[in-house]
């Protein structure tokens, strides 16, 4: 049986595992629902978790039975991307979730390849904001891939740019779409921090604290 260690990448999702800016999240789609008149609580935000920003402002869109323009809707998700970006700008290493920066040295130690598969297109910004881009040897992003999750797409092309099979690669992610690319894309599924998704992975911790070679 394998161990943790006898696996040659690990590929891991950006927000809610490696960093949480769910909150930045949440308040820049609650500003964009003010300004439709529709109310947005932290529980809807809940369902925007591994969602693209398209398919998040249709949801929103959806809540209060709103229709735009392709104009306004365009405006709108520019505003939202703006509120968020400009509620990040002061992130550290700091913001990094338990046992990220611990994890991430160990597995470079042992040789193992790391990569990011996000459907943020703003992974790379964070990323660096964190201080934590140096540890990666591929960072996929919603901006690099036609199939956001839970397409496999975004995984698979992270294990191809390590050099990978997908049995050889680890996936750690925090949402129910996230686990279904993984799983759809042949990988071991790791869930984190969210126990709505414990039944969906291969494998669960409360965060990487708990994740062991």
């Not at 003010?34 to 969602?51: A, Q, Y």
């Not at 698979?156 to 925090?174: I, P, Q």
């Not at 969210?194 to 994740?211: G, P, Q, S």
Request: charged share 25%; with cysteine.
């Amino acid at each position: 049986m394998k161990t943790n260690s006898d696996y040659k990448g690990f590929i891991f999702d950006l927000d809610g595992v490696l960093v949480s800016t769910e909150h930045n999240h949440f308040l820049a789609w609650q500003k964009t629902a003010d300004m439709l008149g529709i109310d947005f609580s932290e529980e809807e935000n809940e369902n925007l978790k591994g969602v693209s920003r398209v398919d998040s402002l249709k949801y929103i869109l959806n809540l209060g039975n709103a229709v735009l323009s392709s104009e306004e809707f365009n405006n709108l998700l520019d505003f939202k991307n703006e509120s968020y970006l400009d509620s990040i700008q002061n992130l550290t290493q700091q913001n990094c979730l338990n046992g990220v920066v611990e994890t991430l040295s160990k597995a470079k130690a042992r040789g193992i390849k790391l990569g990011v598969g996000s459907s943020s297109k703003n992974a790379k910004r964070i990323l660096k904001l964190i201080e934590i881009e140096d540890y990666f040897d591929t960072v996929i992003d919603g901006s690099m891939v036609e199939n956001l999750k839970p397409s496999p797409e975004v995984f698979l092309k992270a294990a191809s740019n390590l050099g990978l099979e997908t049995s050889e690669c680890l996936v750690f992610e925090d949402a129910a779409s996230g686990i279904q690319a993984a799983k759809a894309g042949g990988f071991l599924a790791i869930g984190i921090g969210n126990e709505n998704i414990k039944h969906l992975a291969d494998h669960y911790y409360n965060d990487l604290t708990e994740f062991t070679f």
